[in-house]
């Protein structure tokens, strides 16, 4: 896994436009958002679905740029005043903190641009229609339907009690869109693979993306800021729904190990036991930041 | 142009998701702000580039989405506080206003992802490849290389004394980019032109983009906020470089009229004179607000 993260880091860097291009400051924030951090989750994701159908892995760097480009835009602007407020990303100031709004607000705004030219720009797959198909599900699952839907069911949500369904509805948005993306994205740049290994991904997919919402919400209220590299306990001072407020630590955990059994016997029919996917799952399941 | 401006909004309202769609508020401000509104500038230029080429009209709809919602989500967020912060957009008060900031911020996220969405998810020509190019096009004219770009540097320039050239470096990137994009990807949807062709059409978009942007500060000085359904002189209270700082009321004029002769001139060798892109390059040099 660490070798794929390398990975990453050097295509993020090869893609973002040096400090020195001007505009610099904004081209420097950029780099200090999107590089030296950061668990790369969803770039692990589209490179082992791309494995899997046995995709030529030189092409897959644009697939796992862009993902992590537009979960990288969507902390920044999280992270905002008006938004979560919150001042530290990954052990660091955040970038509205080290820059300042205004900056952090083009940021964001840059780094989703930089994502859809990275998955148009290179050749993905040896036919450019499925190319485009990729460019619209990323587009989706960024979108008021995916992850910016999610986004402002929760602020939507502050001081709510919610309902499990409700919960688990904001989360499928909110972190679960662009973490499916990330996976059948990958499986779309090699071999076509049949309907049912498709369903079998996808079932993985949303049962990770699931499960990877549990653990953060029990990491926010168990750990400290100093592991999570940002602030802990920000869900309870903020009154936001979570798992861990909804069911309680226990039946939290339950959920969890639930939720990763399951992802893992989805993976079962799939070529070698999906190995890779399995390896990413085990990550998330029992990380401790 | 009515007739165009009425297709444009016929298109951005089918691509919108409808209010009552889950999450209903973030749906409702995305079509407040994208519809009912606006001189719809850069869609009259990709329908008029796309007609000049036979493009399938039909298909233009959603290059004419796609530059719109990009150009709308573009003025959400710069008129957010921490960057312009101001309360009167096309006559109603601006989203964050209306709404709030959170709701403001991912409303121009998503109308971004929207624009790539619209773009990939129907044909617009018949090669696909040729379609991933202008996905790529319209990414780099809003990122950080172009429309974000130029805002950056926008933000950067307030309260100090530019050269006219770096007048011109800003205006090319801030509305330039777009304006150009909007252009050249409309004559992507048609018939392939020779080299000449596609860089008299380039031509024109540069001078009639520069000259939309001297137009702009000229009404900004002299225009009242009712004409304009934005607040007027905003330019001078917040201390910004502008055609007018720069080169006073006169020699503003002078330029526009230069600007709209030179832009005029250069459509001249193209088919019919280029006459849909001329009607529009009129509007642009002699509009009111």
Redesign the interface.
């Known amino acids: 896994m660490l070798e794929r993260q390398s990975m990453v880091e050097a295509a993020l860097n090869a893609v973002l436009?040096a400090s020195g291009?001007?505009?610099g400051?904004?081209?420097s924030a950029?780099r200090y958002a999107a590089l030296g951090g950061g668990k790369r989750i969803r770039p692990l994701l589209a490179y082992a679905a791309a494995e899997l159908v046995n995709a030529d892995m030189s092409r897959v760097d644009a697939v796992a740029c862009a993902v992590e480009l537009v979960h990288a835009?969507?902390l920044v602007?999280d992270d905002?005043p008006?938004?979560d407020d919150d001042n530290l990303r990954r052990g660091k100031p955040t970038v509205h903190v080290a820059y300042?709004?205004?900056?952090a607000?083009?940021v964001?705004?840059?780094l989703?641009?930089?994502a859809?030219?990275v998955?148009?720009?290179t050749v993905l797959c040896d036919?450019?229609?499925q190319?485009?198909?990729i460019?619209?599900m990323?587009?989706?699952a960024?979108?008021?339907?995916?992850m910016?839907?999610g986004?402002?069911?929760d602020?939507?949500s502050v001081g709510k009690n919610l309902s499990l369904p409700e919960l688990e509805f904001m989360h499928v948005h909110k972190t679960g869109a662009l973490i499916r993306a990330s996976v059948q994205i990958g499986a779309m740049c090699g071999e076509r693979i049949d309907e049912a290994d498709q369903d079998s991904l996808d079932r993985f997919a949303k049962l990770a993306g699931l499960g990877f919402q549990v653990i953060d919400d029990l990491l926010d209220a168990e750990s400290s800021t100093a592991t999570l590299g940002k602030t802990a306990g920000k869900d309870a001072i903020d009154n936001k729904p979570t798992y861990v407020s909804v069911l309680g630590i226990d039946r939290s955990r339950d959920l969890a190990q639930e939720l990763c059994d399951n992802s893992m016997r989805a993976l079962d029919r799939l070529p070698a036991g999906g190995a890779r996917l399995r390896d990413i799952a085990d990550f998330i399941f029992h990380r401790k930041f």
């Open positions: 436009p291009h001007a505009p400051g904004l081209h950029m835009y969507s602007h905002m008006c938004m300042d709004e205004a900056t607000l083009l964001g705004d840059s989703q641009s930089l859809f030219q998955l148009s720009e036919d450019a229609a190319q485009l198909r460019v619209k990323l587009a989706v960024s979108g008021s339907l995916g910016a839907g986004q402002a069911i602020l939507d």
